[in-house]
């Protein structure tokens, strides 16, 4: 798909949703002082973090809290009572609880990857707005079924690519590719999300707070160890592929404007053998964009942090862009034949930092080597949790002050060609797109 039809398409909906969105303001508005009344379903680690991120926006009422695991339950309704005074209503069941709470206006899912789709579904269908973390599903199946639930419904549902909402994303966008041409022309995309093996141990777990077996299996899990580690397992999730890549592919396609028209990848499980997943993946996309070609090469591996955590750089004939949710790792490096820059540091737009250290004469290779680029740092800083914007955007989009910057029809563009990773590593062959692959 090129760039105009992918951003004519998305902005068609998202101005949908806005639309959309206004029966559900006047309700609030009218009806509890624009309160919005939230079922928090999944209070997991991610529940949490979302959970936290909320508690800093105004006019939101926990009313409910829904997990399978008591411990989950019980914690996060004792947080939901030290932030508004009262504890919410619980429930271990989310059908249980669209059947007997009245008057919500939102669901925020947090629950394992094969749960977003029949959980998000449910919701819609009952007529709540929606807001689902990332990766939408654990198939491509199920994340169609969450756009068709959304527009059947005609209710919002943000996904949660929180960097869509991040200001230095949008402000890297929208001002320095898109406005300056900062970059001259992309030809090349890099990114990254490397973890040591000290953090991608299995998750443990206390043996008194054991579910029992009869609630696990009615859930999907076999076990205690599945139920705390199911990214590990093929039928529960997309692997790290999903878990961490899909954040910073999405960027690649957000930024691109388009869908890649390939990819090809190779992966092993190199160090945890036995889980289910592979454990380092590499994967090469190919877009044919409105600027010309471009080749993306993403990287996600679990058993060394080397090469600087996790980033995504646009790399241009004139500059490359180094972008982070990590201030400290975002930077932009000006090619030496690039045009003078002087106007847009004087307006602000960008800061230099220090040029390093020339390479030693002695050194016989660096006489072939480019001339070290200038460096400049990208001025401003998120001083809020990372998703806290994402949030606030949903939740005026809501309230019909703002437009979603992620509905589930755009993060499922994004996201379609993600679901096509493992498939082709596991072939050990390129797949060339059809458009029925990235279509709902």
């Not at 969105?21 to 919005?36: D, W």
């Not at 002087?342 to 220090?354: E, M």
Request: glycine share 8%; charged share 20%; with cysteine.
């Amino acid at each position: 798909m090129k760039r105009r039809e992918f951003l004519s398409k998305s902005g068609t909906v998202a101005g949908a949703g806005l639309i959309l969105g206004a029966p559900s303001i006047l309700k609030a508005a009218e009806g509890n002082n624009n309160k919005v009344n939230v079922a928090l379903i999944g209070m997991g680690k991610q529940g949490r973090v979302l959970f936290e991120a909320m508690s800093n926006i105004p006019g939101i009422h926990f009313q409910t809290v829904c997990d399978i695991w008591d411990y989950n339950l019980d914690g996060g309704a004792k947080k939901v009572q030290a932030l508004q005074g009262h504890m919410p209503t619980k429930y271990t069941d989310i059908d249980e609880l669209l059947e007997k709470e009245k008057g919500l206006d939102v669901a925020i899912v947090a629950t394992p990857d094969f749960w977003h789709s029949p959980h998000t579904v449910k919701c819609l269908d009952a007529g709540l707005h929606v807001y689902c973390e990332k990766m939408m599903s654990n198939t491509i199946d199920g994340a169609r079924a969450m756009v068709r639930a959304m527009e059947r419904n005609k209710k919002l549902c943000q996904i949660g690519h929180q960097r869509r909402s991040n200001p230095r994303y949008r402000y890297t966008l929208d001002h320095l590719i898109n406005h300056h041409k900062i970059c001259g022309t992309i030809v090349n995309i890099n990114g990254q999300w490397n973890r040591a093996v000290k953090s991608s141990q299995d998750i443990k777990y206390s043996k008194r707070l054991t579910i029992d077996s009869d609630r696990l299996a009615k859930y999907g899990f076999k076990d205690m160890h599945q139920f705390m580690n199911w990214r590990f397992y093929r039928d529960l999730s997309g692997g790290p592929i999903s878990d961490l890549g899909a954040h910073q592919i999405d960027v690649f396609n957000w930024f691109l404007g388009c869908q890649p028209k390939s990819v090809f990848a190779s992966a092993g499980n190199d160090y945890f053998k036995t889980r289910e997943h592979f454990d380092n993946v590499m994967a090469i996309f190919e877009y044919d964009s409105e600027q010309g070609p471009v080749r993306a090469f993403y990287q996600v591996l679990t058993t060394t942090s080397a090469g600087g955590g996790f980033y995504e750089s646009f790399m241009g004939t004139d500059a490359t862009i180094k972008i982070s949710e990590s201030a400290a790792s975002s930077s932009i490096f000006r090619e030496s034949t690039a045009p003078e820059w002087d106007d847009l540091i004087q307006r602000g737009y960008l800061r230099r930092k220090p040029a390093p250290p020339k390479p030693e004469a002695t050194d016989g290779i660096s006489s072939y080597a480019s001339a070290a680029p200038e460096e400049f740092t990208i001025p401003g800083v998120l001083n809020k949790p990372p998703h806290q914007n994402h949030l606030e955007n949903f939740f005026a989009s809501v309230r019909g002050d703002a437009t979603l910057n992620c509905d589930a029809r755009h993060a499922f563009e994004s996201e379609a060609p993600i679901f096509w990773v493992n498939p082709s590593a596991l072939q050990k062959e390129p797949i060339i797109f059809t458009p029925e692959q990235l279509q709902v």
